[in-house]
């Protein structure tokens, strides 16, 4: 692995991101991370920013690549998930040939959990400690709904992460805790409903797309009857363009009523699912780090309005 590590195309600034463990401090409320596989890169930027500035939510809920920036915010590691994408992501064992023998996806998640633990260890302990809640949503096929599988009571959450940010039509579905599970992206795109049905009056939500982006819906009716087994995941497929969107509509509407605090990207975002060039994911990084940074004020005092009210 780290023999092989220098001849494949990186970063050409990944020396710039910022390293270290996060504080113990921990910030009452709720952070949700939308998924967009490695748009992600933009929400591994706006959660460095908050670690390094000691905000370190009690709660993170994500799906996706949200689920898989957060297992390493909660673990307190900065810049360990940016690291890992901006070095790897042309690994052939991570995304390309390797990924499809051995995980029959382009994207093998296990190089995250078990190769690049090689080269920057994972912390558990913090990630385990009972002080802060993870939630990975992924969906179930059997009904085609969101299902929220939490650390510490998930028999197995990297199953359920691995699940999150899996790939329909073309990665298999995963067993978590005896579910057929595959992308929460099918059902729930950004699970800012999860936090608000939890009680928090504190939510930050983390977009990877700007605040005026939305799919298109198409008017044909799609079968996928790749899904034929299984009608209910098939329904949410052929709804979720549309869910999202109204879930990007909502999401305004709580900024204004300042139920919510988004953080979103500043520019247009061009940087596809399965984006190879490196420069511009490096750059979607620095764009949510320093989106964050510029936010940090309005952001406290979302935070400080919210606990005195």
């Known amino acids: 692995m780290k023999h092989r590590r220098h ?3 990186t970063y050409s600034q990944v020396d710039r991101i910022p390293s270290g463990h996060a504080t ?5 409320g709720c952070i949700v991370l939308e998924g967009g596989a490695f748009r992600g890169l933009y929400s591994q930027g706006v959660l460095d920013a908050l670690m390094e500035n000691g905000l370190n939510f009690a709660c993170t809920i994500g799906t996706s690549a949200g689920a898989l920036a957060g297992f390493n915010y909660v673990a307190g590691q900065i810049g360990r998930s940016a690291r890992a994408n901006l070095t790897c992501r042309h690994h052939p064992d991570y995304v390309g040939r390797g990924a ?3 995980a029959h996806s382009p994207i093998r998640l296990d190089f995250l959990f078990e190769d690049y633990n090689a080269v920057e260890p994972f912390d558990e302990a913090a990630f385990r400690s009972p002080g802060r809640r993870y939630v990975a949503v992924a969906t179930d096929c059997t009904t085609g709904r969101p299902a929220y599988f939490e650390k510490g009571k998930c028999k197995d959450i990297f199953s359920a992460i691995k699940a999150s940010a899996s ?3 073309i990665s298999p579905m995963i067993d978590v805790d005896g579910t057929p599970c595959l992308d929460g992206g ?8 999860w936090a608000l049905d939890e009680g928090f009056d504190r939510i930050v939500v983390v977009r ?3 605040p005026e982006y939305r799919k298109k819906v198409s008017k044909r009716r799609h079968r996928f009857s790749a899904y034929g087994r299984y009608p209910g995941f098939a329904a949410s497929l052929a709804n979720s363009n549309r869910d999202y969107n109204r879930q990007c509509d909502e999401i305004q509407k709580l900024e204004k009523e300042g139920r919510i605090f988004v953080i979103a990207p500043s520019a247009k975002v061009t940087v596809g699912r399965l984006e190879g060039d490196m420069e511009k994911l490096g750059d979607l990084y620095w764009l949510g780090y320093n989106d964050t940074i510029s936010l940090l004020d309005p952001l406290r005092r979302y935070l400080d309005l919210q606990q005195k009210g």
């Not at 113990?24 to 009452?28: A, E, F, G, I, L």
Request: aromatic residues 8%.
């Open 7 to 9: 001849t494949i195309q």
């Open 208 to 210: 990877t797309r700007e």
């Open 167 to 169: 790939m329909p039509y």
């Open 186 to 193: 099918c059902s729930c795109k950004i699970p800012y409903r």
């Open 100 to 102: 499809l023998l051995h």
């Open 24 to 28: 113990d401090s921990v910030t009452p």
